[in-house]
């Protein structure tokens, strides 16, 4: 017997040793905190997050992260057991966390400030983007995720906090996915370019779709939404689009910007209410989803593509350049 398997055989007593062909390695350093439920004390307040490591990976590093944001009504725990998101992290291999907004008010009603919220987030001022910039920088630092993957979505006022961090802290998060959000903000100047997907139903009668881009940009009254065509006029510009092509499948609209800077996609869903699209039917403040597009299949495969067409860019312009390496991408 090699010595291998003799210490094995010892390690067996003690805490389990498995053998095949060689002693498998365990993981150096200090054992990672698992999945589960975790609290982090920001601005006096204790901001609670689900964390779900993709299953046979938890200890790889450079894993994408993917913060994902729910909607209100709506909780980290009912968007984890409803969007199938941590599925999809066990399928592709990525880490997803998913933060709670604040609760000043009722605790079973968490809420995020995302500059124009009129509820009590907004009045004692939330700041929410410093809240997920540190907990972005924890979980990176803990789990040595990959910094040019690191993603936001969210649903309904999720998705228009994903615009948030799109907005403002673009030097932090590669892309977003609103899913039936807005983005209800002028002042939008990102100082880098954001993979931007939209995915929004057309009878959305919460956070309606809306019709053009409005010529005048008037305030916005209490609940009111800007059209999903501000959004896209706003990214088209800030990322150097041309006009779209539109592809259309069954029930599905999808139009892609040919951008020079971060990619830009539209998924317009016809007879499609306010929903997470491919998810359960328990998510709160959401119809009945439809199960003919997965939204966690279209984000991920958007931001996976994007991401390549870069890499191929930049490796594309180091061949002219004759230095043998190839140029970063801009995240």
Same mark, same amino acid.
């Given at each position: 017997?090699s010595?291998a398997?003799?210490l094995c055989g010892l ?8 053998l095949v ?5 365990t ?5 990672r905190?698992?999945s589960g439920?975790y609290t982090?004390?920001h601005?006096g307040l204790?901001?609670?997050?689900i964390l $779900? ?5 938890e200890?790889?590093?450079r894993?994408?992260?993917? @913060?994902?944001?729910? #909607? &209100?009504p709506?909780?980290a725990?009912?968007l ?7 599925q ?5 291999g990525f880490i ?5 907004g604040t ?5 079973k ?5 995302y ?8 009045e004692r001022?939330?700041?929410e983007?410093a809240?997920i910039?540190?907990l972005v920088?924890?979980?990176t630092r ?5 910094r040019r993957r690191?993603?936001?979505t ?5 998705g228009?906090?994903?615009?948030l961090?799109a907005?403002?802290?673009?030097d932090?998060?590669?892309?977003i996915a ?8 002028e002042?939008?100047k990102?100082? $880098?370019p ?5 995915v929004?139903?057309r009878n959305?009668?919460? @956070?309606k779709?809306? #019709? &053009?881009?409005?010529?005048?940009l ?7 939404d800007r059209?999903?065509?501000?959004s ?5 510009k800030h990322?150097?689009?041309?006009t779209?092509k539109?592809i259309t ?8 910007y040919s951008c020079?800077?971060?990619a ?5 869903l016809?007879n499609e209410?306010?929903?997470?699209p491919g998810?359960l ?10 199960p003919?597009i997965?939204a ?5 495969s958007f931001?996976?593509?994007a ?6 860019k930049?490796?594309?312009?180091s061949a ?8 970063l991408?801009s995240h």
């Amino acid at each position: 017997m090699s010595r291998a398997a003799s210490l094995c055989g010892l390690a067996l007593i003690l805490a389990g040793c498995t053998l095949v062909g060689q002693v498998k390695p365990t993981p150096a350093g200090l054992p990672r905190m698992p999945s589960g439920t975790y609290t982090m004390m920001h601005k006096g307040l204790a901001r609670k997050y689900i964390l $779900h490591l993709p299953k046979g990976r938890e200890y790889d590093d450079r894993l994408a992260l993917i @913060v994902a944001m729910h #909607g &209100a009504p709506g909780t980290a725990k009912n968007l984890e057991e409803n969007s199938l998101l941590s599925q999809k992290a066990d399928a592709a291999g990525f880490i997803v966390v998913y933060p709670d907004g604040t609760s000043f008010g009722d605790p079973k009603f968490p809420e995020w400030n995302y500059w124009n919220c009129c509820t009590y987030t907004g009045e004692r001022g939330a700041n929410e983007v410093a809240f997920i910039r540190n907990l972005v920088e924890h979980l990176t630092r803990e789990y040595k995720i990959d910094r040019r993957r690191v993603y936001a979505t969210g649903y309904s006022r999720g998705g228009m906090m994903a615009q948030l961090l799109a907005c403002d802290a673009s030097d932090l998060f590669t892309g977003i996915a609103d899913i039936a959000g807005a983005l209800n903000f002028e002042e939008c100047k990102p100082k $880098h370019p954001v993979d931007v997907l939209i995915v929004h139903g057309r009878n959305d009668n919460n @956070v309606k779709f809306g #019709g &053009a881009m409005p010529k005048k940009l008037l305030p916005l009254a209490q609940g009111e939404d800007r059209p999903v065509a501000y959004s896209v006029h706003l990214w088209k510009k800030h990322n150097h689009c041309r006009t779209g092509k539109t592809i259309t499948r069954g029930n599905v609209e999808y139009t892609d910007y040919s951008c020079a800077r971060g990619a830009l996609r539209l998924i317009a869903l016809n007879n499609e209410g306010h929903t997470w699209p491919g998810s359960l039917p328990g998510m709160l403040g959401s119809e009945r989803p439809t199960p003919e597009i997965s939204a966690n299949d279209e984000m991920w495969s958007f931001w996976t593509k994007a991401r390549r067409r870069r890499r191929e860019k930049a490796g594309n312009k180091s061949a002219f350049s004759g230095d043998g390496h190839a140029a970063l991408p801009s995240h």
